[in-house]
């Protein structure tokens, strides 16, 4: 069985950090391109950052510059470092792993809440 967990969310100040964290387990997730997703309240999903099975990254032009997407294989992680948050980045934040090879595989997570505010 397939399981995508979130965790690192919380409350910040901003100009704040935090690190959020999305850890597989049934998937080898560097076989996939991983995106980070935000959903806040009245507001359209946003494609925060992806990063490729060849390491490729690419961000949403609202984080650029700010956000990091990293991997670590070794625990099957993929990271989104947040730096320099604004009010605005509050949200709940879904990782997803896809991987298509002749057939399409998706898998999302619960989400983690993050809130900027002082």
């Known amino acids: 069985q397939v399981h995508l967990v979130e965790s690192g969310g919380g409350l910040v100040q901003p100009g704040g950090s935090l690190r959020l964290s999305c850890t597989a387990s049934g998937i080898t997730a560097s076989a996939y391109v991983v995106k980070w997703y935000r959903q806040a309240l009245g507001i359209q999903r946003e494609t925060v950052a992806t990063?490729?099975?060849?390491?490729?990254?690419v961000y949403a032009d609202s984080v650029k510059g700010r956000f990091t997407i990293s991997r670590d294989n070794a625990k099957n992680t993929v990271f989104l470092q947040m730096n320099s948050l604004k009010p605005e980045d509050t949200a709940v934040y879904f990782c997803?792993?896809?991987?298509?090879?002749?057939?399409?595989?998706?898998?999302w997570g619960q989400g983690t809440q993050v809130t900027v505010s002082s």
């Open positions: 990063i490729s099975g060849d390491g490729t990254t």
């Open positions: 997803n792993a896809v991987r298509e090879t002749g057939f399409r595989f998706e898998y």
